[in-house]
């Protein structure tokens, strides 16, 4: 059986950085903050659609990829530890998931990657903003309750880019 070592698992291949033999891209806050700026101004709705959906078939993937090579990751309690981890690690800030189940819950942030990007770059937004981490949540649930790609819908009900203390996600 597989053991998990971070230092040993995040890999640097010259510009490329791997995860457990997974390829994953790193980019600062100005590329992911002007991202979603363009695709919410060009495309509205669409745009921020894409954002989730493109970032749902990510983490599902690579979270699917991931809890095949370590077979140890068995329990619900277990992956969802795991998810939380590797969103931290992956620098996207910190994210609770101990409220959730096969049916939903709530999910709560109180420190994101694209909060502190879109503060930095636009100031506050009169919206909820945390379109990546719906879509990479909703990905990552699938895998851990064995439901396919658009399953959960995630909502975003607070937003700290809004100036709420922290983001809150509902999962139904």
């Not at 690690?89 to 994210?95: E, F, H, P, R, S």
């Not at 049916?103 to 694209?114: A, V």
């Not at 636009?122 to 909703?138: D, I, L, Q, S, Y």
């Amino acid at each position: 059986m597989a053991k998990l070592n971070w230092q040993d698992e995040f890999v640097r291949q010259g510009h490329r950085v791997f995860f457990a033999g997974q390829p994953f891209a790193m980019h600062c806050h100005h590329y992911n903050i002007n991202l979603q700026k363009t695709l919410e101004d060009t495309l509205g709705e669409e745009g921020i659609q894409l954002i989730i959906h493109s970032a749902e078939e990510s983490g599902y993937h690579n979270f699917q990829n991931l809890v095949a090579q370590f077979s140890y990751l068995r329990t619900v309690k277990s992956k969802l530890e795991m998810a939380a981890t590797m969103y931290q690690n992956y620098g996207l800030g910190i994210i609770h998931l101990q409220n959730i189940d096969t049916d939903g819950g709530r999910i709560t942030s109180p420190s994101s990657h694209h909060v502190t990007g879109w503060l930095a770059k636009h100031g506050r937004r009169k919206t909820p903003g945390c379109h990546f981490t719906r879509g990479w949540v909703a990905g990552v649930l699938a895998v851990i309750f064995g439901k396919p790609i658009g399953h959960y819908h995630m909502v975003e009900t607070d937003c700290k880019m809004v100036g709420d203390p922290e983001c809150v996600f509902m999962v139904s």
